[in-house]
T-cell receptor, first 115, second 112 residues
């Protein structure tokens, strides 16, 4: 099973709202990722968690706040977003062992629209 | 930083035709991954390559890890309508790096 699930599928929020995106995997992967993808562009890395610890933050604005409650779950908390933050948000996971990171498996994404 | 250039950017082919696309890098990669993404969905991993010269198949898809380690190729034989989508190559820029560098993508359209 190589499934990563994400909820919700679609989200529309105002600039003053607070919302959260959720991601779950049950493959035993210990590395999890958040990406942002704009139309017709490749995914852009936002955050990496390795063994539930934040290992990479690609200079993402603080209005995006990641959280990794356990090895299977990854959240992205959203607050005071801007219209330009509208995009497809993708979660991915991979195994990690001995300093190596394996293939990344992506979820279906959350289509976020900020009004 | 490293960049992956994919070509062609887009392809318009008829059903049943074979497809070839490639990905080139200015520096050596140790792993090549090929993903397919359909509209509104996340990328799906198609093939992973780990050794220079490696040739790997997945059904009608065949991918090769270039001998120079700076390129990779993906071929699709006898295309069908469900092959439509954007194909991305990707790879970690060095061993042990959790970041993926993505190619610019090849958009495949099948003409009825």
């Amino acid at each position: 099973d190589t499934e990563v699930t994400q909820t919700p599928k679609h989200l529309v929020m105002g600039m003053t709202n607070k919302k959260s995106l959720k991601c779950e995997q049950h493959m035993g992967h210990r590395a999890m990722y958040w990406y942002k993808q704009k139309a017709k562009k490749p995914p852009e890395l936002m955050f990496v968690y390795s063994y539930e610890k934040l290992s990479i933050n690609e200079s993402v604005p603080s209005r995006f706040s990641p959280e990794c409650p356990n090895s299977s779950l990854l959240n992205l908390h959203l607050h005071a977003l801007q219209p330009e933050d509208s995009a497809l948000y993708l979660c991915a996971s991979s195994h990690t062992s001995g300093g190596a990171f394996g293939e990344q498996y992506f979820g279906p994404g959350t289509r976020l629209t900020v009004t | 930083g490293q960049q992956l250039n994919q070509s062609p950017q887009s392809m318009f082919i008829q059903e049943g035709e074979d497809v070839s696309m490639n990905c080139t890098s200015s520096s050596i990669f140790n792993t090549w991954l090929w993903y397919k993404q359909e509209p509104g969905e996340g990328p799906v991993l198609l093939i992973a390559l780990y050794k220079a010269g490696e040739l790997t198949s997945n059904g009608r898809l065949t991918a090769q890890f270039g001998i120079t380690r700076k390129d990779s190729f993906l071929n699709i034989s006898a295309s069908i309508p469900s092959d439509v989508g954007i194909y991305f190559c990707a790879g970690p820029p060095w061993f042990g790096n959790e970041k993926l560098t993505f190619g610019t993508g090849t958009r495949l359209t099948i003409i009825p």
